[in-house]
Nanobody, 119 residues
Framework: QVQLVESGGGLVQPGGSLRLSCAAS????????MNWYRQAPGKGRERVAY?????????TYVDSAKGRFTISRDNDKNTVSLQMNSLKPEATAVYYC???????????WGQGIQVTVSA
């Protein structure tokens, strides 16, 4: 069955770094666009980063992540990662891995992983 399993979250001090990873299985990973979303307490879900299917030639970030976060994918290992540097307390949220099909309606979500930025 389809699975997206996030890892790498945790507690980090302001200014620190974390690397989130998402391991995908049960579908043809290279044919899916991949996203990282986050949801902070009391707020809606926000897309943080996007990488297109295949070679990942198109990448976008939410403004607050530009210059500090980097999304990447490895189609051989069926993984997508989010490197987060210079973290700020406002980055505290549950982070979700999401896969959307290049063709068709398929849309898959991971269970989410907590990231807490605090001194």
């Amino acid at each position: 069955q389809v699975q997206l399993v996030e890892s790498g979250g945790g507690l980090v001090q302001p200014g620190g770094s974390l690397r989130l990873s998402c391991a995908a299985s049960g579908f043809t990973f290279s044919r899916f666009h991949m996203n990282w979303y986050r949801q902070a307490p009391g707020k809606g879900r926000e897309r943080v980063a996007y990488i297109s299917s295949g070679a990942g030639g198109t990448i976008t970030y939410v403004d607050s992540a530009k210059g500090r976060f980097t999304i990447s994918r490895d189609n051989d290992k069926n993984t997508v990662s989010l490197q987060m540097n210079s973290l700020k307390p406002e980055a505290t949220a549950v982070y979700y891995c999401n896969a959307t099909a290049r063709i068709g309606p398929a849309d898959y979500w991971g269970q989410g992983i907590q990231v807490t930025v605090s001194a």
